[in-house]
């Protein structure tokens, strides 16, 4: 297949755009060409989404669009206008902020938010995109639901921040409940699921979860992949700051989400743990 990915130089796309060849597809990436070097054997198409610069795909067609970058109507309404009808699928991928609570039913589409997108505001506009998705490519509309994700060459404060608190060794202060629930998805299985769903031309909606854990249980995960010895100390948050991963008791069952059946065998949790602090460590690409 020839894949455009909307985005691919970022921490999801990355993944995605590095499991394509492997089952020999060809992904073409649309982007600002700020990170050129990342994937120099790519063919990459130079634009500006968010400034309305979609010169670039005014020709030329794709079996599937991954759309890995659009979080307001907008966003998604311009890439699907450039497109036309040149592209095979249109792969949006979401969040499962758009659950409402921890049932299967979607929050209220909210199609005027500006940014900074908040709690409010982000899991209400991407169903709103989902929906413009659906409306527009119909039986060729796919759409993916990650819940957070972990993995190589994500720099946000998540998993990597926990992974090098452990491999510090001795005592570890969370902030927050030991007991609270954890639940993150490596980017490669999400990559997988992704390429999974096109190569079967799979319409619909897939949410894309890991194993489940508590955060000591975290903790201790990240210690073993470490190699070191940890004492988990819970201590009160400091007031106007979030701790990576530390959620409400009210969100607490919002993080047991049901992964596809699609997504099948998953990365355990230890070797996503490895294989992040290998990569800060400068071990692995």
Same mark, same amino acid.
């Given at each position: 297949?020839? +894949?455009? +990915?909307?985005?691919?130089?970022?921490?999801?796309?990355?993944?995605?755009?590095?499991?394509? @060849?492997a089952g020999g597809? *060809?992904?073409v990436?649309?982007?600002?060409?700020?990170?050129r070097?990342m994937?120099? *054997?790519?063919e990459?198409?130079?634009?500006?989404?968010y400034?309305?610069?979609?010169?670039a795909?005014?020709?030329?067609?794709w079996?599937?669009?991954v759309?890995?970058?659009s979080?307001?109507?907008?966003d998604?309404?311009g890439?699907?206008?450039a497109?036309g009808?040149?592209?095979g699928r249109y792969?949006?991928i979401s969040?499962?902020? %758009?659950?409402?609570?921890?049932? @299967?039913?979607l929050?209220?589409?909210?199609r005027d938010? *500006?940014w @900074?997108?908040t709690?409010?505001?982000y899991?209400?506009s991407?169903?709103a995109?989902e929906?413009? +998705?659906?409306?527009?490519?119909?039986d060729?509309a796919?759409? /993916?639901?990650?819940?957070?994700?972990?993995?190589?060459?994500d720099?946000q404060?998540?998993l990597?921040h926990?992974v090098r608190?452990a491999?510090?060794g001795g005592r570890?202060?969370?902030?927050?409940?030991?007991?609270?629930?954890i639940?993150?998805v490596?980017?490669?299985?999400?990559?997988e699921? +992704? /390429?999974r769903?096109?190569?079967d031309?799979? @319409?619909g909606?897939y949410?894309?979860?890991g194993?489940?854990t508590?955060?000591?249980?975290l903790?201790?995960?990240?210690a073993e992949?470490?190699?070191?010895?940890?004492?988990?100390?819970p201590?009160a948050a400091?007031?106007g700051k979030?701790?990576p991963? %530390?959620?409400?008791?009210?969100?607490?069952p919002?993080?047991?989400r049901?992964?596809?059946?699609?997504?099948?065998?998953?990365?355990p949790?230890l070797?996503?743990a490895?294989? /992040?602090?290998?990569?800060?460590?400068?071990?692995s690409?």
């Open positions: 297949m020839r +894949v455009l +990915v909307l985005g691919g130089t970022g921490f999801v796309g990355r993944a995605i755009v590095s499991r394509l @060849p597809h *060809e992904p990436l649309f982007n600002r060409g700020t990170h070097d994937f120099p *054997e790519v990459q198409l130079i634009g500006d989404r400034a309305g610069d979609f010169a795909l005014k020709t030329g067609s079996d599937a669009v759309d890995v970058t979080y307001l109507p907008r998604v309404a890439a699907m206008d497109v009808d040149r592209a792969l949006f969040s499962h902020a %758009v659950f409402d609570g921890a049932g @299967p039913g929050r209220e589409p909210i938010a *500006e @900074p997108l709690n409010d505001t899991g209400p991407k169903v995109c929906q413009d +998705v659906t409306a527009r490519f119909g060729r796919t759409i /993916v639901r990650p819940c957070k994700v972990a993995g190589p060459h720099t404060e998540g990597l926990w608190a491999a510090a570890v202060e969370l902030p927050g409940d030991p007991d609270q629930p639940q993150l490596d980017s490669r299985d999400l990559a699921l +992704v /390429v769903l096109l190569v031309d799979k @319409p909606a949410t894309a979860a194993d489940q508590t955060f000591s249980g903790i201790r995960i990240c992949a470490a190699g070191t010895e940890v004492e988990i100390v201590v400091e007031p979030h701790a991963l %530390v959620r409400d008791r009210e969100a607490w919002t993080l047991h049901t992964p596809a059946p699609e997504m099948l065998p998953l990365t949790l070797t996503t490895r294989d /992040v602090l290998a990569w800060d460590r400068g071990e690409r």
